[in-house]
């Protein structure tokens, strides 16, 4: 599958370029003396590829070679040429890894951002911010969405809601540094860009007096010597790439064909460059092979840049027969790519039927018979899968774009207004719940001392129910009455089973007992002696023998487990084992209390454990097979693997427990 994202034209951030900033001596330096020119042409008996002259730089001449293209190549070559111009300003620069930002909080994407803008340099980042800002700038959206409904639903209106968040604060913050940093940076290039301009034409300077006053003893030396220095010069402004290169390649053939160099080392150097075109050439045919048509269009750049910048001059023989292989398979690559646009279009033609669909059934959501918040609730979520399969669809022709995004909010903004319009007419209703939520809170109040206790115990139990049938109130209120409400029944409640548990003489003679052999135990472990696995089942048995404890005394058996959290801390003692016992004590709490519910309850959960930690290997298993080609001591193996064990551990102390509660006769 083709990466289309890569394909489709975007439009680039403008880089701050100040091309009136070349000063009279580098123009100086460019000019190229017409008369000059015109005269080394007539004098080139050897030459018979035509020469032209096309306006340069500031309005001066410069001279090219005029390839013969192929009409039908024209606008192939042009393309190249002009994207080739347009990458000459970048830098080189090292991408950043991109890491998988969907997966993390709002608060992680502001870490990473940050990370990016203070430790990397600013002209490598440019994709992985804009991928940063895309999912914050979503993900931001969603909860500005969330807080805005329960704004409304509390009864606020629409105009009057605001929102701040100091992750988005500190997020707006570190994207201005980044923007500043990024505009100083491009302003710094574009003086760099204007330096090797000026030496590059200064280069060419250097190869016309070259040219001019040739030495047959030094003369291919320095020859040599501009060239590598026309390699070692960094990038020039894209509008002055393509006529600069013309004028010193039209200089660097007349060295070749006007002076009388040496035949050996020109033919040498003929045949070593018709070499290099042929393996440029043969590239660009197998280009023209690749499905992926976004990778061979810019590989293809790069082999005309190679040819341009990097390879000199063929004998004439030779220079249209390669040429025009070169052209043809330029050709080839283009054509196929813009063939491809031609299909994309069509595919997004098809777009705008379907989510012209998705609109139509936006129209459609009846909410006519929508009675109560529940109906409200599934027409939300009916709009919502809307709202996602319109973005999941694709492009759109950029001429339909507008019309299209029009619609879609029209007609979910039409959902909105009557989504709204129940909601306020529900602040009333939540008004009602409100008066009725503190008349019990009144009543809960008035019963909460009383010594009545029959009487008093079935009507708290009655004001409870009745609490849960009454319904939503306005949110600002909801902690504050629940806390109210919680506090008078559990005060109620704290006294009557104070008063149960008084009266059990034995269960508060169980507690005291539990107390000095919890004094005992901790004497022993403070002592540090060393306590056994079965050392450590003695004492767990002499407690649970002793039975239960006053409600209202329960503490100790917290005290106790974490008492018996340090003797496996401070002993050499399997956690597993420990974690059985414990489960066994609890257990065998129940069946003294006879409280089968809670057995029953706690053998499902094991099962359902059970059934979870089997799904999380086997999904860490399944992951192992997407980094099968991962080395043996990748950090993301290891960690995949140590999960695994950890699972595996943990299934089998559920299995454990599961296999006990199956031999419990109740």
């Not at 293809?300 to 341009?308: A, E, G, I």
């Not at 503490?555 to 002993?571: G, P, Q, R, W």
Request: negative net charge; proline residues 2%; hydrophobic residues 35%.
């Amino acid at each position: 599958m083709l990466d289309q994202s890569n394909i489709v034209p975007n439009e680039n951030e403008s880089n701050v370029t100040s091309q009136n900033s070349e000063t009279s001596e580098e123009n100086k330096l460019a000019e190229v003396n017409k008369e000059e020119i015109s005269s080394s042409i007539k004098n080139e008996d050897t030459v018979s590829t035509p020469k032209v002259v096309v306006e340069n730089l500031e309005g001066e001449e410069s001279v090219t070679t005029k390839k013969t293209k192929a009409p039908s190549a024209e606008k192939a070559i042009d393309e190249i040429e002009s994207k080739i111009a347009e990458s000459s300003e970048k830098t080189d620069s090292v991408a950043i890894e991109m890491v998988d930002y969907e997966k993390l909080s709002l608060e992680d994407l502001v870490k990473e951002l940050s990370d990016l803008v203070n430790n990397h340099p600013i002209q490598s980042i440019h994709n992985n911010v804009n991928t940063i800002k895309n999912i914050f700038n979503v993900k931001f959206g969603e909860l500005l969405k969330k807080e805005k409904e329960l704004f409304i639903k509390d009864g606020g209106e629409v105009v009057n809601f605001q929102y701040s968040n100091p992750v988005k604060s500190k997020y707006n913050s570190i994207l201005y540094d980044y923007k500043v940093k990024k505009n100083e940076f491009y302003a710094n290039q574009d003086n760099q860009l204007n330096e090797n301009l000026k030496n590059k034409l200064a280069l060419i300077e250097d190869l016309k007096h070259l040219i001019d006053h040739a030495e047959g003893a030094t003369m291919y030396k320095n020859f040599k010597a501009i060239q590598e220095k026309w390699r070692e010069i960094g990038p020039i402004p894209r509008a002055k790439y393509n006529d600069t290169w013309r004028t010193y390649e039209h200089h660097v053939e007349r060295f070749y064909d006007l002076l009388h160099l040496s035949n050996d080392l020109r033919d040498l150097d003929f045949k070593h460059n018709y070499e290099e075109k042929l393996a440029l050439v043969v590239k660009a045919e197998e280009l023209a092979e690749l499905e992926d048509i976004n990778l061979a269009f810019n590989e293809l750049q790069n082999l005309h840049k190679l040819w341009k910048e990097e390879v000199g001059p063929v004998g004439r023989e030779h220079r249209e027969e390669v040429w025009e292989r070169f052209s043809a398979a330029t050709k080839k690559v283009h054509d196929k790519r813009h063939e491809f646009f031609k299909d994309l279009k069509s595919k997004f033609d098809d777009n705008v039927d379907e989510k012209l669909a998705v609109i139509s059934s936006i129209d459609s959501i009846d909410t006519s018979k929508n009675k109560n918040r529940s109906d409200w609730q599934k027409s939300i979520k009916e709009l919502e899968a809307l709202r996602n399969k319109f973005f999941s669809i694709g492009q759109v022709p950029r001429a339909k774009s507008n019309e299209i995004w029009t619609k879609f909010k029209e007609s979910t903004r039409k959902f909105n207004v009557e989504k709204n319009n129940y909601f306020k007419n529900l602040k009333t209703e939540q008004l009602d719940n409100l008066n009725a939520k503190k008349l019990l809170i009144k009543r809960a109040e008035e019963l909460k001392d009383s010594e009545d206790w029959d009487v008093a115990t079935d009507i708290m139990k009655k004001i409870q129910s009745d609490w849960k049938q009454i319904g939503h109130v306005p949110r600002k209120y909801s902690d504050k009455l629940w806390k109210e409400f919680k506090d008078a029944c559990n005060h109620y409640f704290d006294r009557l089973h104070a008063q149960q548990d008084e009266g059990n003489k034995e269960e508060l003679e169980v507690f005291n007992k539990k107390k000095e052999l919890y004094e005992d135990i901790k004497k022993v472990l403070d002592e540090k002696e060393e306590i056994t696995l079965e050392k450590l089942k003695v004492f767990v048995n002499s407690w649970r023998d002793l039975g239960r404890v006053p409600f209202e005394k329960k503490h100790i058996e917290a005290k106790f487990n974490k008492l018996i959290d340090k003797i496996v801390e401070s002993n050499s003692i399997d956690a597993k084992e420990v974690q059985m016992i414990k489960f066994e004590n609890l257990i065998n709490s129940y069946l003294d209390q006879k409280n089968y519910h809670k057995l029953n309850n706690e053998q499902l959960f094991v099962r359902k454990k059970i059934d979870e930690t089997v799904r999380e290997i086997q999904q860490l298993e399944n992951n192992i097979g997407f980094i099968s080609n991962a080395s043996a001591d990748s950090p993301l193996l290891k960690n995949v693997m140590d999960n695994i064990n950890v699972y595996k551990e943990k299934l089998e102390v559920w299995k454990m427990k599961l296999s006990y509660l199956s031999k419990l006769d109740y």
